[in-house]
T-cell receptor, first 113, second 113 residues
């Protein structure tokens, strides 16, 4: 079974802090994704990566950056956290193309005070 | 931007009844997927139906796809309390070189014991 893990289930940070969210998948998937999920807005794609060191902006990349130094790990970075980045963050991976079945981690609920 | 739109937004049924959720989309697709999300958790893939398929079954799940109407339905038969969750459709556009899924806002299903 594919396993996607995220570094924290719950995280509380202060405005202006730099925040790192880590995601690791164990199935040698090419594609990895970061979404945020907010009530009434559904899943919105922040960034995705289809290869090591490659990244593409999703629909809402502002205020975020990503890093993929190894195939199994995809990190989301909030350079200077703001209260409007309080959200559920979901990481996902897929094997071949980005539109194949996606496997999700359990999510990180981030609160920025 | 959202492509898939599920309806109803919320559905409440008794255990043993069938639950039907619908998804409409706007552009041509290669496939359509359904996912389930239990409260506060990551999404779990349920079923993928390709554009040349009309119906697909998996256990108590039945998915139909009508490309002429740009719509899909998910039927859960003999529902159980454990089916209580949010259900999302996701579409893959076949326009351009898309590597991402487009998500609906979900249907919240409550199955009452």
């Amino acid at each position: 079974d594919v396993k996607v893990t995220q570094s924290s289930r719950y995280l509380v940070k202060r405005t202006g802090e730099k925040v790192f969210l880590e995601c690791v998948q164990d199935m040698d998937h090419e594609n990895m994704f970061w979404y945020r999920q907010d009530p009434g807005l559904g899943l919105r794609l922040i960034y995705f990566s289809y290869d090591v060191k490659m990244k593409e902006k999703g629909d809402i990349p502002e205020g975020y950056s990503v890093s993929r130094e190894k195939k199994e790990r995809f990190s989301l970075i909030l350079e200077s956290a703001s209260t409007n980045q309080t959200s559920m963050y979901l990481c996902a991976s897929s094997l071949d193309r980005g539109t194949d079945t996606q496997y999700f981690g359990p999510g990180t609920r981030l609160t920025v005070l | 931007s959202q492509q898939g739109e599920e309806d109803p937004q919320a559905l409440s049924i008794q255990e043993g009844e069938n639950a039907t959720m619908n998804c409409s989309y706007k552009t041509s697709i290669n496939n359509l997927q359904w996912y389930r999300q239990n409260s506060g958790r990551g999404l779990v893939h349920l079923i993928l139906i390709r554009s040349n398929e009309r119906e697909k079954h998996s256990g108590r799940l039945r998915v139909t796809l009508d490309t002429s109407k740009k719509s899909s339905s998910l039927l859960i038969t003999a529902s159980r309390a454990a089916d209580t969750a949010s259900y999302f459709c996701a579409t893959e556009s076949n326009a351009g070189n898309n590597r991402k899924l487009i998500w609906g806002l979900g249907t919240s299903l409550a199955v009452n014991p």
